[in-house]
């Protein structure tokens, strides 16, 4: 695709082509060939008015405002030093060609640089808000994930809390079985001893020499002394005895069975507890770290953000900086391409028919 200025070239050339068929076909050969060695008795008055005619017919078929208001500068000057008027105005539009070709050059840089200015920082506004939307999501996805963390590591917590104290008042409930039931197996104990002691018989034969601490000086008690009220040695009620002790043998092995029940119940738990504990406490901090981690990322990923927009910020106020440069540029620049070359050739082709006008009076001099 052509540039503005090749195409404003291209349109200057193909114009000038086109001045010069108009040229040949509006301008008889005699005013552009015809030399100096003309008939110089012809009047100048006539002169004159043939080149008035002829600027007046350019300005009809140019549509020129230029040449129509020289026209009328001529005639109130009543024709008065015309040919110097003409020169002049030659001289001010090929000033005003000029002027307007470096007013084209310099709106064509400033217009490209205010463009290129405008168009960078659209793309770079475009960049820095899909950034900070891409920011935003992330922000809002990790600080989700660190809430859910949150959240599991206090139910992991509260379970652990809650395991804790039951296992503590299910210890304390142990204890105080096994304690009790060791108490009681001690009374058993020391019940089957005295029932042993009391119904054994090597402790209760009566042909032993004994002499209890209670005796007289004689050697006998008062129950020696004592009426004889049986015949045969005492030895106690043996059927008896023998089912209070296995009573006693029953209770003694309920109080040792709920012991050993009770303290193998009891590891058991604490084992399982300890196992629950280590696996809580290692959920736990391994989740802890990942928020600590997330945490980390939300920080980085905030300075991101704010660098983002910061950027959009920047980026906009150079966007509207371009825009308010383009928007000055356009009162003396906007009228570029096809009216610029529209108005280089109409300039041209108005010097052309001045300069062709001066040859008409400098040939009937």
Known sequence: MKSLKEE???NFNANKHLVAIQKSSDVPSSFL??????VHGASTKAGTARALSYLKKQARVLKSKVLAAFMVQMKEDHFVKVRGMIKDMISKLEADASAEADQKQWCDTEMEKATSKRDTNIGEVEGDTAQKAESTSIIATKEEEIQTLLEEISELTQALNEATELRVQEKAENEKTVTDSTAGLAGVNKALKILNDFYNAQFLQTGQSYTPPNAGADGETVGDKAPATFSGDFKGNQDAAGGIVGQLEVIKSDFEGTISATNSEE?????????????????????????RTKKGEVTTEKATLADAEEDLREHSDLKAEALAELAELKPACVSTGSDYAERVLRREQEIESLKNAYVILDEMR
């Not at 060939?33 to 003309?38: F, L, V």
Request: no cysteine; hydrophobic share 20%.
């Open 267 to 291: 590891g058991t738990n604490e084992s399982d507890f300890q196992s629950f504990k280590s696996d809580s406490e290692s959920d736990i901090s391994e989740k802890e770290g990942f928020v």
């Open 33 to 38: 060939q015809r030399k100096s060695t003309h």
């Open 8 to 10: 404003v070239v291209d």
